[in-house]
């Protein structure tokens, strides 16, 4: 129902939200909406309304009609349980995704015109729509953040507001939920007196209700807005109208207010920048910024408003968060222009709003924090785009139409390289809707649309190209002030081919060739280029090769390519055209070869340096560079010899070129480069990043010279001549950060000396004496500004001189003190001094604690401590801090890719689909996408049915109300599975009859009477299961099974374990496999008893042949996460045999949940690995191969040797009752110990375990942020 051509009111919709309460998590409401019809049929009207319960509707005060609801996204498969691949997936996905876009006039909610009202229809008025509607605890779309605690909600700051994902306004009222429906709007909301409620548009009145408990707030936005862009926040805030401009306005929970000013106190400057560069005024009347917790992004932008994490709110002492906090909040006031007052036509013409802020947002940072920053920003941004394509796919900013057709080439009048058909889409998600995008897609289309207006600015001038943004602003601020019936509000909309039209209307420049090639194709150049000197022509000889243009994200890249020389005469830039796949060219220099002579090179900038130019051979060529200004998506690969890299980077003063010869540099470990990178790192006149990376890569180059290295450990020296005390050097002065170089200098090179490695692959020992006494001598007392991330850098640095473990631990026995390093106690003591204070003294934003966090996962991945994940849930329960959370689930997830466990797992799912906060959901999501569980290319004990099925629920229908993580869930499903069917639910009832063997009771004594034995009860016995135990081809060599032993009537059945699961199933898993067994068998009878006569063909045949595929059982001992098959007599519990376990296979760390009252985590206890700290062995183990049968002992003499390396026997039990006196008595002396110590009250002491048991995190929901002292368990 497209609004233009009414002559009536405008469109015009009312919102009034009277009863929202935070105790029952609830909402009543009605809205009111004025439709203008542009037809004189109408029999229904479609509106976009979920998970809101409707009482009722009417038209017109007057017709009350009915309505037919249908969530299409409650099933995205609508009932297909069979065909679980992406496939299938992707084309109902984007289906479902159609049937409720409004832009293709659909919606949830049907409402029916009755036949009396059909008059309204053909009259044009504007028909008023009435709906009273609830929401009652909805799991999306508005969000509850309620403390635990005593007190009212006010003193608890209990508040709520709205989210989602791209246009979800549908799932707090019913609405035209598109952006291309732009109209007018009167806001009413009634909340507890106590509260504030910030919505859109102007505050006209707040008024009291007649019991004086409750207060209604109206809003009216007069300017023309879409639904998505209208949210509401309600809470206790406090109030802060900025001094510099009283239009804005911002809030913040209690107690927040001195952060508040000190972040938003430049905020007037950003307004300021936007409204000269464009020239025009800002578009409303008013701004309000509100700051709330637990939002899913960190900025979410509304008309006039915006609703921001309070997370982004820093004191004046914090330095790194300046940065971030600045840039995000200028981003929010960009998106007024270009997003909420100006917005898209269609889902296609998003890259277009959002590419035009993320511009406009570059410009201001360039203008606050330097052009260093932005250019390497620019490069950082176009690194990852090239990444994401040339993994997933080329991203297609417009799919709404193809590109033109190839043009012909004019060389052989030839057409040019073939380009894939337009339809095809290389993702496994559909591209043609928001809502069926991958986040990551979605966030990286972000970023490709910056650098494609970037590219524009290149094409038609910076001045011109914001000529083009003010004329179409213009044109919105005046269509805005017009009636609909104007016709004119279509310039509130902005489309790719409006957005061409308007370049050409202010610069005369047809960009239909660069839209084509840029935005409505996918993939990104990628260029290599070589070059050799002619000495005799004094030519240069590029070669320039495009040959992967059959790369997935690459094509083939036809125009101009610029190349710029630096040479001894200046710098000198050349421009190749660029037609085919491999381009040749020779390139007069300038300059001519005088390496002997010494004379001053002038540079680009103009300035002039003195060289030494001893290095150099015949070539006057300095260094080349290879579209220096990024006007391309390219990736570039330049081969030149070391020497160039080092004068690009000494003398080259653009950024990215200084950081490309670093990258480079990383080749060539010789003394050369190790001087070039020394010397990058002592110029205080390098960008402090590229100092920063030239320290990173100097520990690679050091490294890789550690036989010829030299003198003292790399950047020993530099550190302490810039930051050690004049007297004694090796003391480090007082902290002082008002040089922002240094500080960050002073962060990184701690790290990257962390990583320097000795011959023996072990970090130096002065070394990690040097970061023991940065941690000592530390001292922060007369600096202005906070050193928590240069203590969260220091503990980083302590993580990165960790290698793996090399001493041989005795087998059979647990880690302990005695088996840690030297170096390996020192690390582990300091780590867990400071992660006990960080209990007393917080650092900001926990930076501290996520780094000993992180810290301690790599000594549990290098064999330091045992792996356990008790600490990690505790840390990422519901409460913590969210930073600490998201450390804590990273951990969590890389537990389980390595030493996870079923249960670990399930407790991640569990986290990921129920977690209240939709900020960890996400991010617990994407960390499970990007460090994989288990690798879908080998059978793995996680890559379980029951895995496939749970993820598969979540996209289907479990999802409905949140779309971001149920994309997130299509890519962890891809990513583990592929885009075809998995593999453990291919063809699930065939693989039912494929799994069972049929074996008869009298299995056990001989072969050819097991043949011929009659059964009355059979399970199905398939050719291919026959086929693959007899006789087995080279290309299948014989895979020993393990068998469950069932029956089913008179007949014992052996049933081979699946691989893709434990052998040990827990007692509801057996019970349905036992009857799906019997159902299976009876389902069966007849082919039973046709495969049987074949069987007792063959026995004859092959009676001869041995085998003993079930006498000898062989244990998958990756899978003996889960408790062994009842079905199995109760073996009696011996000790499993050391050698089949890795030394540091015990449980890791954790916590004494038993006897800590805290609900919080708790920390580690300094000392810990003293030498009277004694340990526990683990509880013995049950022996899994217990169950053998009675002829076993007639085993030849060769198999009994084989039979002993996976059985304990019985001349073992002398050794086995003397190593049991030695633990009673090691025990008995423990305990004696124990009773003389004193117990301190402030530090909890390492508590040993005796049992490795999936470690219960029941006392990690404490909403504590600040949770006591923690204990190491060994």
């Not at 999306?140 to 608890?156: A, L, S």
């Not at 080259?652 to 010869?661: G, H, K, M, P, Y």
């Not at 599975?977 to 998995?982: H, L, Q, S, T």
């Not at 895979?1039 to 040990?1064: A, N, Q, W």
């Amino acid at each position: 129902m497209k609004k233009d051509t009414a002559e009536e009111a405008p469109p015009h919709q009312i919102l009034s939200l009277t009863g929202i309460s935070f105790e029952r998590k609830s909402i009543i409401g009605f809205v009111e909406l004025l439709i203008v019809p542009t037809s004189d049929w109408l029999p229904v009207i479609r509106l976009n309304c979920r998970q809101c319960r409707i009482y009722r509707v009417i038209l017109d005060d007057s017709y009350e009609a009915d309505i037919h609801y249908f969530d299409p996204f409650q099933d995205i498969c609508q009932g297909e349980t069979k065909n679980k691949s992406l496939e299938f997936f992707s084309k109902s996905h984007l289906d479902v995704a159609r049937h409720s876009d409004p832009d293709h006039n659909k919606g949830e909610l049907v409402v029916v015109v009755p036949q009396e009202a059909k008059h309204l229809i053909s009259e044009g008025r504007g028909i008023r729509i009435g709906i009273e509607f609830s929401l009652e605890d909805p799991p999306g779309g508005v969000h509850f953040v309620i403390p635990e605690g005593e007190g009212t909600m006010e003193e608890r700051a209990a508040h709520m507001f709205t989210y989602g994902h791209e246009n979800s306004s549908r799932m707090w009222f019913p609405c035209i939920d598109s952006y291309a429906e732009p109209c007018t709007w009167k806001l009413e909301f009634t909340v507890d007196k106590t509260m504030t409620a910030v919505s859109c548009g102007e505050l006209v009145e707040v008024v009291m209700t007649p019991d004086l408990q409750r207060k209604t707030y109206h809003y009216v936005v007069s300017v023309p807005v879409c639904a998505p862009n209208i949210a509401l926040a309600v809470g206790p805030f406090e109030i802060f109208v900025d001094p510099h401009m009283h239009e804005v306005t911002h809030f913040c929970l209690p107690q927040l207010l001195p952060l508040l000013k000190n972040t938003v106190r430049f905020l007037h400057e950003a307004f300021e920048f936007y409204e000269e560069a464009l020239s025009t005024r800002y578009p409303f009347s008013c701004y309000k910024q509100v700051f709330v917790d637990e939002i899913d992004n960190e900025c979410n932008a509304y008309a006039t408003m915006t609703i921001l994490s309070t997370h982004l709110l820093h004191s004046i002492a914090i330095i790194d968060q300046t940065f971030h906090s600045r840039k995000v909040m200028s981003k929010a006031i960009a998106e007024q222009f270009f997003g909420c007052f100006i917005t898209m036509e269609n889902w296609s013409d998003a890259w277009l709003a959002r590419g035009i802020a993320e511009y406009l947002c570059g410009l201001n940072s360039k203008k606050c924090f330097g052009n260093n920053a932005y250019r390497s920003w620019i490069r950082d941004e176009l690194d990852e785009v090239v990444r994401y394509e040339e993994k997933y796919g080329g991203i297609i900013l417009d799919c709404s139409q193809p590109p033109a057709p190839p043009a012909v080439s004019s060389i052989n009048n030839s057409p040019a390289a073939p380009q894939k058909a337009y339809n095809d889409n290389p993702f496994y998600f559909p591209i043609k809707n928001l809502h069926t995008m991958s986040p990551k897609y979605i966030e990286m289309m972000r970023k490709k649309s910056h650098l494609v207006i970037r590219m524009l600015e290149h094409r038609i001038g910076q001045e011109l190209l914001l000529q083009v943004f003010n004329k179409q602003l213009a044109l919105a601020s005046n269509a805005a002030g017009t009636k609909i019936g104007s016709g004119l509000w279509g310039h509130l909309l902005i489309s790719t081919n409006v957005f061409t039209k308007a370049i050409f209307t202010v610069t005369g420049k047809d960009m239909a060739v660069f839209i084509d090639q840029w935005v409505r194709t996918g993939g990104h150049a990628k260029f290599t280029m070589t070059s050799v000197f002619n000495s005799k022509r004094n030519t240069i000889e590029l070669e320039i090769r495009q040959d992967c243009v059959n790369q997935r994200g690459v094509r083939k890249y036809v125009g101009p390519l610029l190349i710029q020389l630096q040479e001894l005469d200046g710098t000198f830039k050349h421009t190749l055209q660029i037609e085919n796949i491999i381009v040749k060219s020779d390139i007069t220099c300038h300059s001519k070869s005088r390496r002997n002579k010494k004379k001053k090179i002038p540079l680009c900038t103009g300035e002039e340096v003195d060289m030494d130019l001893s290095p150099m051979a015949e070539s006057p060529v300095l260094w080349i560079r290879l579209d220096p200004e990024m006007t391309l998506l390219r990736s570039v690969n330049i081969e030149q010899p070391d020497f160039q890299w080092q004068f690009q980077l000494r003398h080259e003063r653009d950024v990215t070129a200084q950081l490309e010869a670093i990258k480079a540099l990383e080749k060539y470990a010789t003394p050369q480069t190790r001087l070039a990178l020394t010397d990058t790192i002592e110029n205080d006149r390098v960008f402090y990043e590229v100092r920063c990376q030239a320290a990173i890569c100097l520990t690679k180059v050091a490294n890789a010279m550690v036989t010829s290295w030299q003198g003292p450990p790399a950047m020993l020296t530099i550190f302490k001549k810039f930051f050690g005390s004049f007297s004694a050097p090796h003391i480090i002065r007082q902290n002082n950060f008002t040089n922002l170089h240094h500080y960050f200098l002073q962060k990184t090179i701690p790290v990257a000396m962390a990583g320097l490695r000795t011959a023996h692959g072990i970090c130096p020992p002065e070394v990690i004496r040097f970061l023991l006494d940065l941690f000592k001598y530390n001292d922060n007392s007369k600096n202005h500004y906070s050193d928590n991330y240069y203590r969260a850098a220091l503990v980083e640095a302590l993580g990165n001189s960790i290698t793996p473990v090399i001493s041989v631990v005795h087998q059979g026995r647990a880690l302990s003190s005695e088996s840690l390093s030297a170096d390996a106690k020192l690390v582990l003591e300091e780590v867990t001094r400071i992660l006990n204070l960080e209990k007393h003294l917080p650092s900001f934003k926990y930076t501290v604690s996520i780094a000993c966090l992180k810290v301690i996962r790599k000594l549990q991945k290098c064999g330091h401590l045992p792996t356990n994940p008790k600490i990690y849930r505790s840390y990422a329960a519901y409460g913590q801090y969210i930073d600490v959370r998201l450390a804590a689930m990273e951990c969590l997830v890389d537990y389980v890719k390595i030493d996870g466990r079923w249960e670990d797992l399930e407790h991640l799912m569990e986290m990921l689909e129920t977690d209240p906060d939709p900020m960890a959901r996400h991010q617990l999501g994407r960390y499970m996408i990007e460090a994989l569980p288990f690798d879908k290319s080998n059978r793995h004990r996680l890559d379980r049915e029951a895995l496939a099925l749970r993820i598969w629920e979540n996209m289907n229908s479990k999802l409905s109300h949140d779309t971001r993580l149920r994309c997130d869930m299509v890519d962890l499903y891809y990513t583990l599975y592929g885009i075809r069917m998995p593999a453990c639910l291919v063809n699930q009832e065939l693989g039912a009859i494929l799994r069972p063997q049929k074996v008869s009771s009298s299995f056990y004594s001989d072969r050819t009477s097991r043949r011929n034995s009659p059964t009355s009860d059979d399970v199905t016995l398939t050719p291919y299961t026959m086929k693959r135990n007899r006789s087995l081809t080279p290309e299948q060599p014989d895979v020993k099974e393990s068998f469950d032993l069932i029956e089913i009537g008179d007949t014992k059945v052996m049933i081979p374990r699946s691989r893709d699961g434990s052998p040990y199933d827990d007692a509801e898993s057996r019970a349905r496999e036992e009857e799906d067994n019997e159902r299976v068998a009876r389902e069966n009878q007849r082919i039973i008893e046709t495969v049987e006569a074949s069987i007792k063909k063959e026995a004859g045949e092959s009676s001869h042949k041995t085998t003993d595929t079930v006498k000898e059982e062989v244990i998958d001992l990756d899978d003996t996460d889960t408790p062994s098959s009842a079905l199995e007599k109760d073996p009696p519990a011996k000790k499993i045999k050391a050698e089949f376990y890795s030394d540091n296979s015990i449980s890791l760390p954790g916590i004494n949940m038993g006897s800590s009252k805290s609900a919080g985590p708790t920390g580690f206890e300094p000392g810990m690995f003293a030498k009277t700290s004694a340990f526990r062995e683990s509880s013995p183990q049950p022996d899994l191969n217990s169950s053998k049968s009675d002829n076993s002992k007639k085993k030849k003499k060769k198999d009994k040797k084989k039979h002993k390396h996976k059985h304990k026997h019985k001349h073992n039990k002398d050794k086995d009752r003397e190593r049991d006196r030695e633990k009673d008595k090691e025990r008995g002396d423990r305990d004696r110990e124990k009773s003389k110590e004193k117990k301190d009250p402030n530090i909890v002491r390492v508590v040993r375990e005796e049992t490795q048991e999936t470690l219960s995190s029941a006392d990690s929901s404490s909403r504590d942020s600040n949770p006591t002292t923690m204990d190491l368990t060994l």
